[in-house]
């Protein structure tokens, strides 16, 4: 594939136990334990309605020259998986520093200087470590750090998720662009990085939602989206109210990019594919329901058991619209 020419994105689910056609598509798996079979990006996570998960992303060429990393390129994106290796025996916070300023070089080094989504996965993300901050907050204060290191303006802050699974290590990976997005917040929500120091001592560095857009589509990522209104929780241990809040949430985020940026969509049926974390296993019903009434049962959805960054959120929900011009 010539990364000159091919820059349409696309994004499908998968549930095959094998995929023999991965060569050009970056591809997320969903698995149940870390004795899966290898593959370069793998999420320890159960999906909670099929025994093989994995999200592709197709409309890319992978980077060959860059040997130690899960890396796909094409004329207006990169997709890259940040190397294990590099923060291996790292305490959290040294290795979320160490990751972002690797992809901050990736990202200069290939030309595409704008990040526009990432995701973080690791372990025990809600227990306290021997410095009394829990993992989360730790987190948090590495990524400060080399957001600071690299210059990183509130301006270009990207969508993020960060949920828990069962990784050994820390697992980095993002979407960077060679055009500036913009960004999304929500007005019913305290932007996250303004958020008090009851949450972490360094806040969370991401936008709510960010647009891009190139010659050929504009695709919105919406960042993991919990029941918080202002910087509070709402609903605790009500997974019920706790859906619909977001999915409120995020159908104010898509009202908000047509209203600022004249997005062609309407309601969350037209989303392209939606990411549920959903802590308790028997919560998925609930969830599932809702989700469905209303978004439809035809778009594309993932239920997966992950553990959130507060301990009385019970469900998070990201998301991904893809449009073409």
């Known amino acids: 594939m010539n990364i000159e020419t091919a820059s349409a994105l696309a994004v499908e689910l998968s549930h095959n136990a094998v995929d023999s056609n991965l060569a050009n598509r970056f591809s997320v798996q969903f698995a149940l334990s870390n004795s899966a079979a290898n593959t370069p990006l793998k999420i320890v996570m159960p999906d909670l ?41 790292q305490p959290l916070d040294e290795a979320a520093e160490t990751s972002y300023l690797a992809l901050f070089d990736c990202m200069h080094q290939l030309g595409y200087p704008y990040l526009c989504r990432t995701w973080n996965y690791f372990s025990d993300i809600t227990h306290a470590g021997p410095r009394t901050h829990n993992r989360y907050q730790l ?54 990085y303004n958020y008090p120091k009851q949450y972490s001592q360094d806040a969370p560095l991401f936008a709510r939602a960010l647009l891009h857009q190139t010659s050929q589509q ?23 109210q706790q859906t619909g809040v977001c ?63 507060r301990d009385d959120l019970l469900v998070e929900i990201e998301a991904v619209c893809i449009k073409k011009h």
């Open 49 to 89: 309605t099929h025994a093989h998960s994995s999200e592709q992303w197709l409309g890319l060429a992978p980077n060959r020259d860059w040997s130690a990393w899960y890396l796909f390129q094409n004329r207006d994106y990169l997709f890259a998986r940040v190397p294990a290796a590099l923060t291996q025996s």
């Open 218 to 240: 504009t695709i919105l990522f919406i960042s993991g989206t919990a029941s918080i209104r202002g910087h509070a929780s709402q609903y605790a241990n009500d997974v019920r």
């Open 139 to 192: 987190f948090c204060s590495g990524r400060s750090r080399a957001y600071q290191s690299c210059a990183q303006s509130q301006a270009h802050y990207p969508a993020a998720t960060v949920v828990g699974s069962h990784n050994d290590d820390l697992c980095v990976y993002f979407i960077a662009s060679k055009r500036s997005g913009s960004a999304i917040e929500n007005s019913n929500q305290i932007s996250a």
């Open 247 to 309: 999915l409120d949430n995020i159908q104010t985020l898509i009202d908000t990019a047509k209203h600022e940026h004249n997005l062609d969509v309407t309601s969350l049926s037209e989303l392209t594919l939606l990411k549920v974390y959903i802590k308790r296993r028997q919560d998925f019903t609930t969830v599932k329901t809702l989700v469905e009434a209303h978004c439809g049962s035809q778009l594309a959805v993932s239920y997966l058991q992950g553990h959130l960054c």
